[in-house]
């Protein structure tokens, strides 16, 4: 060091950068030095900055880093080094030693990180790459960029580290149970075959690359139609026949059933192409013109040609199955064309019954009843009701567990062990149980072979078993059956009779050879055999038979029927009797002069109503093969009995008002009601009653199972008269007994005497008889089950006519002189004016009375 020496030692006297000691020299301060051979100047003393960190180790340790600075150094320690004491800067008595980065996870949560002296190494892990100037540098690797790692037709997922690969849908690993590779590739997937329900029921699945197609079967479309079919978008039914009204065409009926509908025609007509409905084609034509276009065969009535048509038709079409309701239509043709039934316009079929025709429907029947039988179901159930028919069918398949059954129809009950039959016809059974309506008129109790008087006190059922070819019974099969009402005309009550379980017998006449000529039936009878009856009650009776076939009840009255020869010959007579006397009060009427007080309009049309009815009902029978005769017959007939029935209340009541002025004392300048009202009533009341009876059901007149033109039992029509003829029953009963008591009074005022106790007597007789004119008796028609009162019947009520000549006509005075006249041809001789003594009926005697009356009382006066 060079020093310079001064007296007077003052801050400037070294010059910038120096300082004087106490010896007077000059040095540089700290960090400065003079370099060699420099020579200090007077006005600087030539201190420059000092380069410190030249032995940079001593002066700041190993592994740390010395910088110059003016007049100073810092020393800082290399990076992965830090001072040992990392308060103070490093220096050579605080060393740098190594820092430790992988406890600050400078690799991140995806890497590995491994220390080194001064430095670190990271290592990521699988997926990860390092990027340094990424912060964590790990960093995810998108293996699925631009790369087939998957294979094809698959979708590559890139994860954090990972990926996934996963086959489009519609495909699958070739091995499922590993994931997708370029090695294990995605192959397509049969979705129809992998899940049978993937397309929702009722429609077809059909496989497509990588994908599949789904369609609703016919009938049906998807309920959401812009999405495909599957199970939460299932094909649902269409209902064509609301959706397409008039599709089966004019005059038909539409039925719709899952997945199709079913044409047929109502009752009354039936298809022209026969059982095979041809939309488009078919069409429904009404049963009379399908049997005016039939040509029989020679002795082949029209309506056994059609039903024969039926018979072959359902043969031609064994096996298919037919819709329930065209299998309606077919019964209700079949036993319209036969001639009864609920749609019958007329019974045609006699007392007798038609049992060729019965069977031919039977068969029919049979035939029909196979038809509704589906193969391939394990357990069915099907039940079939109209008017016409009332059928119950069950059937099991091979793979339905097969048991008791217990089948109704019309409130009949066939009880059945179905569970023996499919043992013998490899695990399948069918059985049906039907009633037809009318088919009792066909197959008549008549045909039940007895010395006994029969009634058919049941319906007749049937027992079929369809599609079973081994039909043997191990068991009996017990049927319950109603009874039914049997007629009025028996002599027994049916308790007193015997109850009889029959089947019906109808066998086809056999040509040479054995072989059957499809004709008519030679063997027509109810038959016991193999049926007996197991128990009866007053309502029903349990019949158990050995084999299935047509069964009913027959009554069997204990005694052979009475002969009701006489009673036939009595009611013509008596009839005869009163008509004569009928055409001889409405003569005397017409043609006889009569006081103006008498009003005998009442009289002479209750003459001419129950004359005519009468009249008819002797020649009825007459006409009951006649249709359209028949039905004008009984539509006439209820108008003339109606009508007849509604005088008589015209006359009860004129005679109840004749008997109230009476009693009052009043001169009567007329009796009864005005004339314009009394037609109005009369006839106007039964023209209503006829009018509505057959517009409510017009087919209730015609012919009857008696074999007359009357009103049909069906529906209760016989009402229409039964009713209109008990209502007036009863009130003129009630205004016959206020006529009584009114005129009680008056007859207890009358004076006594010859004369007038001869009046009375008079009076009183008429009052009587007027309890026949007014058909009172006809009360005695409710007890037509014992001889005496049916012989009472005929007489009293065949002999109104008799009544109304002898009480109207010859009791009068007046008349009988009248008569006298005709008789002696004495019509020139004028008639005196005479006073009203013997007035014609109750109201002549009433009026003359009353006149008397009026006298005493005014001499009283």
């Known amino acids: 060091m060079v020093h310079t020496n001064h007296t007077d030692c003052k801050a400037d006297s070294c010059g910038p950068l120096a300082q004087c000691t106490d010896e007077g020299g000059c040095i540089c301060v700290s960090g400065y030095e003079i370099l060699e051979k420099h020579l200090p100047e007077p006005d600087s003393y030539g201190c420059t900055s000092k380069y410190e960190c030249e032995n940079s180790i001593e002066l700041c340790g190993y592994y740390s880093k010395c910088d110059n600075t003016t007049g100073s150094h810092i020393c800082t320690c290399m990076d992965g080094f830090t001072a040992e004491n990392s308060t103070l800067p490093p220096s050579g008595t605080n060393p740098c030693i190594d820092y430790d980065e992988c406890l600050d996870n400078v690799c991140g949560d995806n890497g590995a990180c491994t220390n080194n002296l001064g430095s670190y190494v ?43 690969c996963a086959c489009e849908v519609g495909y699958a690993p070739t091995d499922r149970t590993q994931d997708p590779t370029e090695i294990n590739i995605c192959i397509d997937v049969d979705e129809c075959v992998e899940d049978a329900t993937i397309c929702g029921p009722v429609s077809n699945c059909s496989n497509s690359i990588g994908s599949h197609i789904c369609t609703c079967f016919p009938g049906y479309r998807e309920k959401n139609p812009e999405m495909i079919a599957s199970i939460a978008n299932p094909c649902t039914d269409i209902d064509e026949c609301s959706e397409t009204p008039g599709i089966c065409g004019f005059q038909t009926v539409c039925t719709n059933k899952p997945g199709t509908f079913y044409c047929s025609c109502p009752d009354g007509f039936y298809p022209s192409t026969g059982l095979r409905w041809t939309v488009g084609v078919s069409f429904c034509k009404s049963l009379q013109d399908v049997l005016d276009g039939i040509t029989p065969k020679e002795g082949q009535t029209k309506e056994r040609a059609f039903l024969d048509y039926m018979d072959d038709d359902l043969k031609n079409n064994e096996g298919t199955v037919l819709p329930e309701a065209t299998i309606e239509n077919c019964f209700a043709s079949s036993m319209e064309v036969s001639g009864v039934g609920p749609r019958a316009r007329s019974i045609k079929v006699s007392s007798e019954g038609d049992g060729d025709t019965g069977s031919a429907v039977l068969g029919i029947s049979d035939r029909l009843v196979s038809a509704m039988v589906e193969p391939g179901q394990n357990h069915q159930t099907k039940n079939l009701k109209s008017s016409t028919v009332d059928l119950s069918l069950e059937t099991f398949g091979p793979g339905g567990k097969a048991k008791s059954s217990s089948l109704t129809a019309n409130g009949n009950t066939m009880e059945i062990n179905m569970g023996s039959l499919a043992e013998n016809n490899n695990g399948s059974a069918a059985a049906a149980f039907l009633t037809l309506h009318g088919m009792e008129s066909l197959l008549s109790h008549q045909y039940f072979k007895t010395e006994n008087r029969t009634e058919m006190y049941s319906d007749v059922i049937t027992a079929v078993l369809p599609s079973v070819n081994n039909t043997n019974l191990t068991e009996p099969v017990n049927f319950t059956v109603q009874h039914k009402k049997v007629s009025m005309n028996q002599t027994k009550l049916p308790g007193d009779g015997m109850v009889t379980c029959v089947y019906w017998e109808g066998k086809p006449e056999e040509a040479q050879g054995g072989k059957k000529t499809g004709g008519k039936t030679s063997t027509m009878r109810w038959s016991v055999d193999g049926c007996w009856v197991a128990y009866t009650t007053d309502n029903y009776t349990v019949c158990s038979c050995s084999h299935l076939s047509t069964f009913a009840l027959i009554m069997q009255i204990g005694e052979p029927p009475p002969e009701d020869d006489f009673l036939e010959w009595l009611n013509r007579m008596c009839v005869i009797v009163g008509l004569f006397f009928f055409a001889l009060a409405i003569l005397t009427f017409l043609l006889c002069s009569w006081n103006p007080k008498i009003n005998n309009t009442a009289r002479l049309h209750l003459c001419l109503s129950l004359s005519l009815s009468h009249l008819l009902l002797l020649w009825n029978e007459k006409y009951a093969e006649r249709e359209l005769a028949c039905t004008v017959m009984a539509g006439i007939l209820h108008f003339l009995v109606v009508a007849s029935f509604v005088w008589m209340q015209l006359e009860a009541m004129q005679l109840y008002l004749l008997v109230r002025r009476l009693t ?29 009876s057959a517009l409510v059901y017009s087919d209730g007149y015609g012919a009857t199972e008696a074999g007359v033109c009357w009103l049909s039992q069906k529906r209760n029509f016989n009402w ?142």
């Not at 290592?123 to 960029?145: A, M, R």
């Not at 001169?667 to 009653?689: A, E, H, K, N």
């Not at 008796?777 to 006519?801: D, K």
Request: proline fraction near 4%; charge should be positive.
């Open 122 to 164: 990271c290592k990521c892990h699988k997926g990860f790459q390092l990027v340094p100037d990424e912060t964590p540098p790990c960093v995810d690797i998108n293996e699925c960029f631009n790369s087939t790692i998957c294979g094809p037709d698959a979708i590559c997922t890139n994860t954090f580290g990972a990926l996934t």
């Open 664 to 692: 009052k004392v009043q001169v009567i300048q007329r009796d009864g009601l005005p004339r314009p009202l009394l037609y109005v009533i009369g006839y106007g009341v039964p023209f209503v009653i006829v009018g509505v």
């Open 720 to 861: 229409a008269l039964t009713g209109p003829v008990i209502t007036i029953l009863a009130l003129n009963c009630m205004v016959f007994c206020a006529t009584l008591w009114s005129l009680r009074t008056t007859l207890a005022n009358m004076k006594s005497g010859v004369s007038q106790s001869t009046d009375t007597r008079l009076i009183v007789f008429k009052i009587v008889a007027q309890f026949f004119i007014l058909g009172c008796t006809w009360i005695l028609g409710l007890y037509q089950t014992n001889v005496f009162f049916r012989i009472l019947f005929i007489i009293l009520n065949s002999q109104q006519g008799t009544f109304l000549f002898i009480v109207h006509c010859l009791l009068n005075k007046e008349v009988r002189e009248e008569y006298m006249k005709w008789l002696t041809c004495c019509c020139c001789k004028k008639r005196k004016q005479r006073s009203v003594k013997d007035v014609l009926s109750v109201s002549e005697d009433l009026d003359k009375t009353e006149e008397r009356t009026h006298d005493g009382k005014n001499k009283d006066g």
